[in-house]
């Protein structure tokens, strides 16, 4: 009885998927913020490289993975799928639970498969330096491990808050190299005019983003590097749903519901992609996002063309959103708060083609709870609500008394997350949940964009 | 070209290595700390199952690991085999570079490889509940996993001052489901007699030894568990080289020189042992042990009986020692501070069959930078010994232009150390070295054992 299922390195798959060509329909354009008209390739070339906006609109379904990046993936991928043996026995379901484990990254996270080629292309573009922003410093240390590895530089800012909170996050950015500038900084005007109005302002992940994109624009040696929302960034991130399918075969097995957390959709992505590609050979499939209730974007809000940052300096998207000024209560799943959502998982969920489900933290952390005793991992905030969904699943079909086969992704671990956990076990964990009246006004502030 | 090198779980051990029967000589008997007389093997059944005591002096080679213990193993073993391609090109050395990590285990390091079957063995002979001890919080949160995966009760003695320091471990444990007293503790009679004279005692390691001992020596339900030093901890251990051994054959290649770290020992035992044993076969193999130069046991120690800790409630050994009062300077390898060393790995070192060496800290950090920059995972203090020591070899054979095949342990992650690590990248880590003359003095106060 096999409890996890490995493959060799020469199973790292040697092409990306790309959905775009199977998708529902075309993309909706991207929209410039200051001229509410469609941006061409070209405007981006100030903070991205030809190769990652070439990505970003590739018609192509594959897309070769650079051997150089397969190299480096190799230092942790394949990565593992497990056969949660202990959980279901502990659940009493008769109901099959995989998981695909990301946090055997050096990180901890999923992120470094979309970091290591970002890194990869600027570098080949010929910059010497990469900015970015992070909050809870997943994407900040991702990207920082990337940079080190190719020798680039690495400028994070980092929300001023999340420096104090999360001083270890900060201090895995430094060892691996990066500059950690804590954000609103006196290096950019973003930055500047923010703390001329509010010296004591503790920041924002859409300040920091502005500061990053500030940076990268006026430096020419330097481009900017986001760690979801992106299409580059979830076409990167499919390894990990190719690589789950490949496991799912050795198994013996397919999934019946494929489940993975949701904030800006990378992850979610990476895993279900490859899986909703199975359905033109007519596997049938479900697959289902999970976010925070606090945060509720596919489940409470609207697509529509929305600001992809609160300064209104980012592009302009069609996708689900709560409105840019949206603003997420402190919940311990940092990687689950931002206001909006990909544009490709956004469209197929409009399309009825994934499911979405939020809920609330202390569920999350219950599940997981229940996961590390019998499973051993600690999961990471985030994951912890794809763990929640999965055991729903599971008791759902104990109640029901059918099999079942269940995957979802454990995307990564929680060990720099123990306050969270203290938090729970202390019974000191609020419940949030978004007022739909405060959702409602904001989507009244949303761009009007006429094509 | 392969980074690392995996084994199936059909391929982790079926048996444990056990030294013993090839030791140079016989092992010096375990001495009652109060009458000094030899103890017998059922001395010892207050606080141990007698399947671990008979592990303990075992004469067989070989050992079965319970069917029971290997499904566990699954969890995270076979542990992955990497050769340190990046490192290599860093140093510009000949030399190969091979690590095998045991960083993937769910608690971070090589320390559930002797929890597991500890808890098995105490849950076949009918006990309830384990109580040991945790400085660092390794072994404490390594045994709370063991012990929740077979729904035993955990009671860790927690050094006080490191339940503050270390809040991030005393998390794990509680969130595994174990019971974390500060020690010294109201709890027991060693703890209060303590309290009675120092209420704001912050502990130490010897004090929440004395504090477990007496709880599992004074509840028929109860036993102890220790997480290095022990002839069945070493032999537990085993695993990771008889993999590692497996994985070099396939890699084509074969060690010249094995390094590991050494506190207690069963770290350097568990690599280097299944190594030792391929001398018999002629197999021309160094192994050396890495210590902190703040606790140098083998390097500057004597091998002398000696208490097993400061309270002398401990049975004596004859073993490697700095004394039993010996208090460590507050180097951040918690892990690698006793005062003592496994009886096994001492006995080989005087024998001349095994190689010491000590490093002070800040070496320890350059290399860990070095190695995190280059392959990615942060290695944890204690682990940044061997590292160092392995750049070390790498470089002579590029002086000596030799090649030269190097295999070292990475027995943990660092990514719950990152305080150590910012107090090495602000340059305030102090490089102490213990002074000779206050060994000289603690080891006048050996026990004075006649046989």
Redesign the interface.
């Known amino acids: 009885?096999?409890?996890?299922i490995?493959l060799?390195?020469d199973q790292i798959p040697r092409q990306w998927y790309n959905i775009i060509p199977d998708m529902p329909g075309p993309l909706a354009p991207v929209i410039n913020p200051q001229t509410l008209k469609p941006i061409a390739p070209d405007d981006m070339l100030a903070i991205f490289p030809m190769a990652l906006i070439e990505q970003e609109m590739s018609p192509n379904r594959w897309i070769d993975i650079p051997d150089e990046v397969r190299?480096i993936y190799?230092?942790?991928r394949p990565s593992p799928l497990?056969r949660a043996h202990?959980l279901e026995k502990a659940l009493g379901t008769p109901a099959k639970i995989y998981y695909k484990y990301e946090g055997?990254?050096?990180a901890?996270s999923h992120k470094p498969n979309s970091a290591i080629p970002q890194a990869w292309y600027n570098k080949q573009a010929g910059i010497r330096r990469l900015a970015t922003e992070t909050g809870a410093g997943q994407w900040g240390s991702s990207l920082a491990?990337a940079c080190?590895?190719f020798g680039l530089e690495c400028t994070v800012y980092m929300v001023k808050i999340s420096c104090t909170q999360k001083?270890?996050r900060r201090?895995?950015m430094?060892?691996?190299?990066a500059q950690v500038i804590p954000s609103p900084s006196e290096f950019t005007n973003a930055g500047r005019a923010i703390l001329a109005h509010d010296p004591e302002c503790l920041g924002s992940l859409g300040i920091a983003i502005s500061e990053a994109v500030e940076d990268a624009a006026t430096h020419a040696d330097t481009n900017y590097a986001l760690g979801s929302v992106l299409n580059h960034v979830c076409l990167h991130q499919t390894v990990i749903g190719q690589e789950a399918r490949e496991q799912m075969k050795i198994a013996g097995d397919y999934p019946d519901v494929v489940i993975a957390c949701c904030g800006g959709g990378s992850n979610f992505a990476g895993l279900a992609f490859p899986f909703i590609a199975d359905r033109a050979a007519g596997k049938n499939v479900r697959c289902l996002a999970v976010e925070p209730a606090s945060c509720p974007t596919l489940t409470k809000g609207v697509y529509a063309f929305d600001y992809g940052d609160t300064a209104k300096m980012a592009p302009i998207s069609m996708m689900y959103t709560l409105g840019h000024d949206f603003m997420p209560p402190g919940i311990h799943a940092g990687g689950l708060r931002y206001h909006g959502e990909s544009p490709l998982v956004s469209q197929l969920h409009h399309a009825g083609q994934i499911e979405a489900k939020a809920y609330k933290q202390n569920a999350c952390f219950e599940g997981a709870?229940l996961f590390?005793?019998?499973?051993?991992?600690?999961p990471a905030p985030e994951s912890s609500h794809a763990v929640r969904a999965a055991i729903d699943e599971a008791v759902l079909a104990k109640e029901e008394g059918k099999e079942r086969t269940i995957l979802f992704g454990l995307s990564g671990h929680g060990?720099?997350d123990?306050?969270a956990?203290?938090a729970y076990?202390s019974g000191n964990l609020e419940d949030y949940e978004y007022p739909e009246q405060k959702i409602r006004e904001a989507l009244e502030r949303l761009p009007k964009v006429d094509l």
Do not use: C, F, H
């Not at 430094?174 to 190299?177: D, K, M, R, S, V």
């Not at 590390?372 to 600690?378: D, K, L, T």
């Open positions: 009885m096999n409890t996890k490995l060799g390195e190299e190799k230092l942790w497990y202990r055997v990254s050096p901890g491990l080190s590895l001083p270890y201090s895995m430094q060892l691996w190299g709870l590390a005793r019998s499973e051993g991992i600690v060990q720099l123990m306050g956990y203290d076990l």
